[in-house]
């Protein structure tokens, strides 16, 4: 079976074995020396030498830590939204009271710094910019070096959905201004989902000093005090913390620089495959994500049956979401993936559109 879908992804077998361990006291030194490990080693991959915490969540309460630490109810917040997963930082932050003005982009395109930049301007002051780096519902890779110069100026807090970006794609967080970084285990990292993770600059943490909104499980100034003494707050979900070291183990050894070309070369690989065969790209081709395929396939083509009869050969690719349902499929090409994994699935594809395009 192939799962080609933008997380979870495919674990390799040393991850595998890694997760069958017995259980450790999460109290006791063995703990300590393995939360302290990981985080250590997780901490270059986001471009950061902040603190980083681990928490025992999927994505999305990852993305709910990062607002309720560093916003009050009512504070103005600017959501930059190319897609589902923008739409979704928005909702959280006006479920918590936040002021919410959102900068919507059309499906397909990714965020124009300049238009940032005026909206931070015209309708400022904002508290904080939510971006999402790679919109995985659409297949676009913000450009978040650009974006970071262009709310550097406002002094808003840039709070940064990197859920499927970091890992497979470059994010140098502490020079492009990024103060809060979230990704979840599931995505580029080769481990099950289970695990998010959370970076604070120092100006989320003086954030922290004065927002308001509720907070308990999340709040991450106990998990940063935990963590100085090798713990977490609540029990941790040790198993993927065990497939996690190993995974960073594999992911340092190809080394940093090798990982994102292997995802470029993938991603370009993924692209000229699907166009070959007829199929369109939703994304904009110059910012097309390097984790995430977003095919808009001919017209009529039956989308559903695409998708069931690429099951049947042991390929599962993803719908689309929301009103992109029925109407593109996603192939995630991101963690565990290697060359011959994009040839299979593009074989398959070869084999099966003919029977389900329009007539
Ligand atoms: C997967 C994903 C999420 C949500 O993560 P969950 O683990 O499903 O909660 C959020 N944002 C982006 C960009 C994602 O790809």
Not at 37 to 58: C, E, H, M, Q, Y
Not at 132 to 155: C, F, K, M, Q, Y
Not at 226 to 249: C, W
Not at 258 to 287: I, P
């Amino acid at each position: 079976m192939q799962l080609r879908i933008p997380g979870p992804t495919p674990l390799p077998e040393a991850v595998r074995e890694a997760l069958s361990r017995d259980m450790i006291n999460h109290r006791g030194p063995e703990f300590a020396a393995l939360i302290r490990d990981v985080t250590a080693r997780l901490k270059p991959w986001f471009g950061t030498t902040n603190d980083l915490l681990i928490l025992t969540s999927s994505g999305t309460g990852g993305l709910e830590a990062a607002v309720v630490n560093t916003l009050s109810p009512g504070d103005r917040v600017l959501a930059v939204t190319v897609g589902a997963f923008g739409n979704r930082f928005a909702e959280i932050a006006e479920a918590f009271g936040a002021a919410v003005t959102r900068l919507r982009v059309p499906e397909g395109q990714a965020a124009d710094p300049r238009a940032i930049a005026r909206a931070l301007e015209e309708q400022g002051p904002f508290k904080a910019v939510l971006v999402t780096h790679n919109e995985t519902s659409t297949g676009v890779t913000n450009d978040l070096a650009a974006i970071g110069e262009a709310v550097r100026p406002s002094g808003a807090l840039l709070v940064v959905d990197a859920v499927s970006a970091v890992g497979s794609i470059e994010m140098r967080a502490d020079a492009w201004g990024v103060d809060v970084v979230v990704s979840g285990s599931q995505k580029g990292w080769m481990v099950p989902p289970g695990l998010a993770f959370v970076t604070m600059s120092p100006r989320a943490w003086q954030a922290y000093e004065t927002a308001r909104m509720p907070r308990f499980y999340w709040d991450l100034r106990k998990s940063q005090q935990t963590l100085e003494k090798g713990q977490t707050p609540a029990t941790p979900a040790i198993s993927i913390l065990y497939g996690l070291r190993v995974a960073l183990d594999m992911l340092d050894a190809e080394g940093m620089a090798q990982v994102f070309e292997r995802h470029a070369r993938l991603a370009r690989m993924t692209r000229e495959g699907v166009k070959r065969l007829g199929q369109g790209l939703l994304a904009d081709e110059a910012r097309a994500s390097n984790t995430v395929t977003a095919v808009m396939p001919p017209p009529g083509t039956d989308v559903k049956q695409l998708l069931a009869r690429l099951n049947e050969r042991g390929i599962v690719l993803a719908s689309g979401q929301g009103a992109l349902s029925g109407k593109i499929y996603r192939i995630g090409h991101l963690g565990y993936v290697s060359e011959a994994d994009v040839r299979e699935v593009l074989v398959a594809l070869e084999a099966v559109l003919p029977a389900v395009a329009a007539r």
